[in-house]
Every structure is written in structure tokens, then in C-alpha cells.
């Protein structure tokens, strides 16, 4: 199994731009297709983006596409989520998860991490 640990989150204006980080320990991270959720107060957690085990296949939520990019270094058991033009509404806590294979659906991902804050404010 892995272990994982966002980082990254942060206070910004609209129209600014962030890094998340997801730090992986455990044997089995290069093998993980990894997501990016999101969960912002009083919705349910929703789909953010993707990216295949080796990084070759990435897919986005509509709301974040051109905005948004995931990218991943298995060598650094790293997986990142690149925010660019940030709305109000994307505030929210921020989770990257693993799966074993590039799903949606949040109930496919076994491993989730703590969460990140992310506050956009107008």
C-alpha cells in the first residue's frame, strides 16, 4: 500500500496561480494510477484529475480543464497538481489519492491523503 502527504495549499487571490505537491511512501506508487479530488464545504467531494501509473494518460474535470495540470515523478514518488487562474470557486481541501488504474468515480481510489486547504479569495 502507499501513504500519502499533500502539501502546498494556501490564502491567494483570484486569477493566482499554486503548486500541490503529493508525497508517496510505499512500494507500490509507480504502479498507481494517482487522482486529485476536491471537497469544498457543504458538497461532496468531486473529481479534479488524473494521471496514469507511468504519466502517459491524464484526464480533468470540465470545470478545470486549461486551468489545471497533473503531472507525476515516479522517481520522486511524487504526484503534482498545477493551478493556474484560480477561481473563488475553486476553494476547497484538496486530496490526491491512488487507484489502480485512472478512474473518476471517487470510490475506485483505496488510498487517500490527508487533504490540503486551498482559500482563493476575489
Known amino acids: 500500500q502507499v501513504q500519502l502527504v499533500e502539501s502546498g495549499g494556501g490564502l491567494l487571490q483570484a486569477g493566482g496561480s499554486l503548486r500541490l505537491s503529493c508525497a508517496a511512501s510505499?512500494?507500490?506508487?509507480?504502479?498507481?494510477?494517482m487522482g486529485w479530488f476536491r471537497q469544498a464545504p457543504g458538497k461532496e467531494r468531486e473529481f479534479v484529475a488524473v494521471?496514469?501509473?507511468?504519466?502517459?494518460?491524464?484526464y480533468y474535470a470540465d470545470s478545470v480543464k486549461d486551468r489545471f495540470t497533473i503531472s507525476r515523478d515516479n522517481a520522486r514518488n511524487t504526484v503534482y497538481l498545477q493551478m493556474n487562474s484560480l477561481k473563488v470557486e475553486d476553494t476547497a481541501v484538496y486530496y490526491c489519492?491512488?487507484?489502480?488504474?485512472?478512474?473518476?468515480?471517487?470510490?475506485?481510489?483505496?488510498?487517500w491523503g490527508q487533504g490540503t486547504q486551498v482559500t482563493v479569495s476575489s
Open positions: 510505499g512500494r507500490t506508487f509507480s504502479s498507481s494510477a
Open positions: 494521471v496514469s501509473s507511468t504519466g502517459g494518460r491524464t
Open positions: 489519492a491512488a487507484a489502480w488504474a485512472p478512474y473518476s468515480q471517487p470510490d475506485k481510489y483505496h488510498t
